[in-house]
């Protein structure tokens, strides 16, 4: 059973370009998480995210940042028009249901870099 | 809203020895989850340990065990007889337990744990 996949796992963009990370949750999942870490820290919460809604997107920044999980294909984290404050590791977690009653796992991160 | 706080930086240890790392966090919450995630220097995020606020009992897996005190908000981790694969970060994170959306996790900086030959 093939484990959270994310692509690319390392991503180079010059400032004012685009970026677009992807998430395969774990088979028969169908929650997905995307948390952000910058050096020196720990990982702070993105989005929450369900088969093509946005459930919780409260530690997304309001402007260049976006999310879906549509009903067929990976979960998406884009961010146009990057800075070099964006670099940073994103990590994509997902878990089967409610976390409450589930783990949430994690795939092995994208390392943006921002020149 | 919720903090969790990792005061050490980092920590060292002789193989085969036990370590605890601290963990305190603040919340008003009554129903709440505690994790303690590995991220070892492939940077895989994984899953040490998990506690559910309303046990009394610690949850134990293996070497790893915890020390939950609920009035005084710490959660430590215990790793008895340390191994070299060890060596990693290591994160504690908090849950709110209520229904709803709330099911995103809240991390510490983290600790950087050496584990010595």
């Known amino acids: 059973n093939a484990g959270v996949m994310q692509n690319p796992r390392h991503l180079v963009r010059r400032r004012g370009q685009e970026a677009r990370l992807r998430c395969s949750p774990m088979?028969?999942?169908?929650?997905v998480y995307w948390y952000r870490q910058l050096p020196e820290e720990g990982l702070k919460f993105m989005v929450y995210?369900?088969?093509?809604?946005?459930?919780?997107e409260s530690g997304m920044p309001k402007e260049r940042f976006s999310a879906e999980f549509p009903k067929e294909g990976p979960s998406i984290l884009r961010i146009q028009q990057v800075v070099r404050g964006d670099s940073a590791a994103y990590f994509c977690?997902?878990?089967?249901?409610?976390?409450?009653?589930?783990?949430?796992?994690f795939g092995p991160g994208t390392r943006l870099t921002v020149l | 809203a919720q903090t969790v706080t990792q005061s050490q930086p980092e920590m060292s240890v002789q193989e085969a020895e036990t370590v605890t790392l601290s963990c305190t966090y603040d919340?008003?919450?009554?129903?709440?989850?505690l994790f303690w995630y590995k991220q070892p220097p492939s940077r895989q995020m994984i899953l040490v340990i998990r506690?559910?606020?309303?046990?009394?009992q610690n949850a134990t897996e293996n070497r790893f065990s915890v020390n939950f005190q609920k009035a005084a908000k710490s959660f430590s981790l215990k790793i008895s007889d340390s191994q070299l694969g060890d060596t990693a970060m290591y994160f504690c994170?908090?849950?709110?337990?209520?229904?709803?959306?709330?099911?995103?996790?809240?991390f510490g900086k983290g600790i950087t744990l050496s584990v010595r030959p």
């Open positions: 977690a997902s878990s089967r249901r409610d976390s409450r009653t589930d783990t949430q796992y």
């Open positions: 088979k028969g999942h169908s929650h």
């Open positions: 995210l369900q088969k093509e809604n946005i459930i919780d």
């Open positions: 919340t008003s919450e009554n129903n709440y989850y």
């Open positions: 506690q559910e606020a309303y046990k009394q």
């Open positions: 994170a908090f849950m709110k337990g209520e229904t709803g959306a709330n099911s995103k996790l809240t």
